[in-house]
């Protein structure tokens, strides 16, 4: 059974930084496309960054540059790295997961599972 579990957020004036986390376990963690999404009150679900099981990394225009993917096998965690954070940035994030490849990666239906999230404020 795959369980994830975020963990990080909370509040942050503009200009400043977080790193969110996301515990996996229940599957072989390297077998999986992770990826990072957010949500905004009234707005949909948008896909915020993923990384394939080849280590590949696709990130949402609106966060490149700021934002990077890193992951550590080892602790089957993927973490989420935001920098020069913006009052848009505000948003409840969930982390999600589904086996193989990221070839549709901003696509939430695609994913097969899901964290229950954690909230990122930016003011």
């Known amino acids: 059974d795959v369980q994830l579990v975020e963990s990080g957020g909370g509040s942050v004036q503009a200009g400043g930084s977080l790193r969110l986390s996301c515990a996996a376990s229940?599957?072989?963690?390297?077998?999986?496309?992770m990826g990072w999404f957010r949500q905004a009150p009234g707005k949909e679900r948008e896909g915020v960054a993923a990384?394939?099981?080849?280590?590949?990394?696709s990130y949402a225009d609106s966060v490149k540059g700021r934002f990077t993917i890193p992951q550590d096998n080892a602790k089957n965690t993927l973490y989420l790295e935001m920098n020069s954070l913006k009052p848009e940035d505000t948003a409840m994030y969930f982390c999600?997961?589904?086996?193989?490849?990221?070839?549709?990666?901003?696509?939430?239906?695609?994913?097969?599972?899901w964290g229950r999230g954690t909230q990122v404020t930016v003011s």
């Open positions: 229940g599957y072989t963690y390297s077998n999986y496309c």
């Open positions: 990384i394939g099981n080849d280590g590949r990394t």
């Open positions: 999600a997961a589904r086996p193989g490849g990221c070839a549709s990666w901003p696509d939430w239906s695609w994913y097969t599972s």
